[in-house]
């Protein structure tokens, strides 16, 4: 990670310069390289009120102030701040009387390098959650969005989604990973994007699509290679992980990744580290990771194709992005934006009546989301030699090419009655009747099933599965 990660600095106070610098460069080597050291005790809390830090580290045994006096006064005026106290001795007594003060951890400055790594990385976990707990509680009231600019090319007017921007403006500034859920065709990627952009990172947006990928390519793709990594390596490669440096690396479809790739990712995650093919050097990442899926990755977990520690890393945040038929409201808007996009790409004008057309298209399930909405416009564009566009020329288009019956979905079929005969039949027949029916009448289209029957998508895969 780059010098400014975290973004608010790390305080490190002790006697020792030797220690401090020591301390220091056992971060730095670990990517934590925003850390400012004081060797005098007497200057900690004036540096303190001076300035934001996000943890700080102080030594036990001290000259002028020791660690046990500093820390009920900073957990006093800076309750936000992890406060760690480090200690040249293992120390029961003074450990737990400084977590009864205040304290977060207590750290040996003999233990291995690694736990005194853990330990600062969660302090500042900790910190950027008291942040976020902060911003959420000021931001409860608030119904307008600091930054609406970050948000432009996401075209919504649903409250929901005006929801999910405002937990984005929250959430944007930290490091920690999000995981962007949702059916395909949602607009994920414009999410993630938004995420970049109200991030204030300094590197680009890198996307890759998992999708397809087998572990060679993904490994490649992602990490690079030196030359000579393999037959055909003439030149070293620079993956996109290094090509995200100070920025955002988004991977969609994130559930279609391998157990290998995963336990690659799950390191990159954790450790901030990775290895290029052919290296045995490992490199350091300041990407902050956003991942996206419309997979349900808690069933991927319990049948055993996903790893249940990389969910967790993956989901810093969740951000679910609700389907286009739940968000009718939008539809309007987005036949005007594709009518615009539709003009430049045919060069022509068309007359449309967006809220008419918006009405009509409100009983279709639009299984392919926004996506599949800018489709049927683009298609009927292409097909109006006219310049108008209407729910008559929409309705021959849903109706020839995307196999849509309206008045399958509107109104009952005659022979629609239910008749029972002398047994009646369990709630587990009737819910499979049921369900097969609406399969039928959607030629097996799941979403658009789940839609009739009133059930989640998952629950007509679930069902499918076990049938």
């Not at 005026?77 to 480090?86: E, G, M, S, T, Y």
């Not at 286009?324 to 007359?351: C, G, M, V, W, Y």
């Not at 489709?375 to 109006?384: E, K, R, S």
Request: charged share 25%; with cysteine; aromatic share 8%.
């Amino acid at each position: 990670m780059p010098n400014n990660y975290p973004r608010q600095p790390i305080l490190l106070v002790d006697d020792e310069d030797s220690w401090l610098v020591s301390f220091k460069t056992t971060l730095r080597s670990k990517g934590i390289g925003n850390v400012v050291t004081e060797n005098d005790s007497s200057k900690l809390l004036a540096l303190l009120d001076s300035r934001q830090f996000c943890a700080v580290a102080i030594d036990l045994m001290m000259p002028n102030f020791s660690g046990e006096e500093l820390i009920p006064q900073i957990a006093a005026r800076h309750p936000n701040i992890p406060i760690l106290v480090i200690s040249g001795l293992n120390q029961v007594k003074s450990a737990v009387n400084c977590m009864r003060l205040g304290a977060f951890d207590f750290i040996v400055k003999t233990e291995e390098r690694d736990t005194l790594i853990a330990a600062v990385r969660h302090a500042i976990e900790l910190f950027e959650l008291r942040q976020e707990n902060t911003s959420l509680r000021e931001r409860f009231f608030k119904k307008e969005l600091d930054h609406p600019e970050y948000f432009g090319n996401i075209i919504t007017e649903n409250k929901e989604m005006r929801s999910i921007f405002q937990y984005i403006e929250v959430i944007a500034e930290t490091s920690r990973p999000v995981l962007i859920t949702g059916e395909s065709g949602v607009g994920k990627e414009l999410v993630a994007r938004a995420v970049h952009n109200a991030s204030g990172r300094t590197g680009e947006f890198v996307a890759l699509n998992i999708a397809g990928l087998d572990d060679n390519v993904v490994a490649d793709t992602l990490f690079g290679h030196t030359k000579g990594a393999y037959t055909g390596a003439t030149n070293a490669r620079v993956g996109l992980v290094e090509k995200a440096k100070n920025g955002t690396l988004f991977l969609d479809e994130i559930g279609d990744l391998s157990s290998t790739s995963q336990t690659k990712l799950l390191r990159l995650l954790q450790e901030h580290e990775y290895l290029p093919l052919g290296s045995d050097m490992a490199k350091r990442s300041s990407a902050r990771i956003v991942a996206a899926t419309h997979q349900n990755l808690n069933e991927l977990q319990e049948c055993g194709q996903f790893r249940r520690d990389l969910f967790y890393r993956l989901r810093g945040h969740l951000l679910h992005i609700p389907p286009l038929r739940e968000r009718r409201e939008d539809i309007a808007p987005l036949i005007t934006h594709f009518l615009q996009e539709a003009e430049i790409s045919f060069e022509k004008k068309f007359s449309a009546n967006a809220p008419e057309l918006a009405d009509y298209l409100s009983q279709y399930p639009f299984p392919g989301n926004i996506r599949e909405l800018q489709n049927i416009i683009l298609d009927c564009a292409g097909t109006c030699t006219d310049g108008i566009m209407d729910t008559a020329r929409v309705q021959r288009l849903l109706t020839h090419s995307y196999d849509y019956q309206p008045e399958s979905f509107e109104t009952p079929l005659p022979d629609a009655s239910v008749t029972f005969g002398a047994t009646l039949p369990t709630l587990k027949e009737v819910r499979a009747a049921l369900i097969d029916e609406a399969l039928t009448r959607t030629n097996n289209n799941q979403s658009s099933a789940a839609q009739l029957v009133g059930v989640t998508r998952q629950a007509i895969s679930k069902y499918v599965r076990e049938k």
